[in-house]
T-cell receptor
Framework: NAGVTQTPKFQVLKTGQSMTLQCAQDMNHEYMSWYRQDPGMGLRLIHYSVGAGITDQGEVPNGYNVSRSTTEDFPLRLLSAAPSQTSVYFCASSRTGYNEQFFGPGTRLTVL | GENVEQHPSTLSVQEGDSAVIKCTYSDSASNYFPWYKQELGKRPQLIIDIRSNVGEKKDQRIAVTLNKTAKHFSLHITETQPEDSAVYFC???????????FGAGTILRVKS
């Protein structure tokens, strides 16, 4: 099993550009989530999904969109990148929101 | 919504000493409290978790205690070793809430 995979590992964007961060898991987990990690602020939930076709907002959803068309994939879209979105992004999956979350390796995003 | 506060933000201990990290949460409905360890440049990984129907849980050198009345929980690491040096995050969730809220993290340094 590959577990949770994320691409790309690093990305540099210019302000206003859009892009999609990819996340996939092969553990047949229903629950998937996206976090951003900033120094001194821990992991903040952006969006999450409890199954294919079902998504909801987390603590910091503004500027991000998600969709969940399959159990395996949960992409995160930045609509118009801003310097405030410079961060490390982690995708995670678990059986439910009440169980161990398995994190991907992260994507380090810089917005200039 | 839920708010999790974590203290201290940094902790330095001598190898062999004990380390204690404390967290408080705001929502009395929360009943799942995991702890994650993140080594430098790596993804967070679950080290121990506790549910509200127990007051303490141990796994070798690691223990977690929960006080639901006071709404706080703590991580205890005994006989610390250099490989325990990492960032530790506490988190809280409700069973059917699907949102895991993290504390800001504690940088633990074990000096040999």
């Amino acid at each position: 099993n590959a577990g949770v995979t994320q691409t790309p590992k690093f990305q540099v964007l210019k302000t206003g550009q859009s892009m999609t961060l990819q996340c996939a898991q092969d553990m047949n987990h229903e629950y998937m989530s996206w976090y951003r990690q900033d120094p001194g602020m821990g992991l903040r939930l952006i969006h999450y999904s409890v199954g294919a076709g079902i998504t909801d907002q987390g603590e910091v959803p503004n500027g991000y969109n998600v969709s969940r068309s399959t159990t395996e994939d949960f992409p995160l879209r930045l609509l118009s990148a801003a310097p405030s979105q410079t961060s490390v992004y982690f995708c995670a999956s678990s059986r439910t929101g009440y169980n161990e979350q398995f994190f991907g390796p992260g994507t380090r995003l810089t917005v200039l | 919504g839920e708010n999790v506060e974590q203290h201290p933000s940094t902790l330095s201990v001598q190898e062999g000493d004990s380390a204690v990290i404390k967290c408080t949460y705001s929502d009395s409905a929360s009943n799942y409290f995991p702890w994650y360890k993140q080594e430098l440049g790596k993804r967070p990984q679950l080290i121990i978790d506790i549910r509200s129907n127990v007051g303490e849980k141990k796994d070798q050198r690691i223990a977690v205690t929960l006080n639901k009345t006071a709404k706080h929980f703590s991580l205890h690491i005994t006989e610390t070793q250099p490989e325990d040096s990492a960032v530790y995050f506490c988190a809280a969730s409700m069973e059917y809430g699907n949102k895991l809220v993290f504390g800001a993290g504690t940088i633990l340094r074990v000096k040999s």
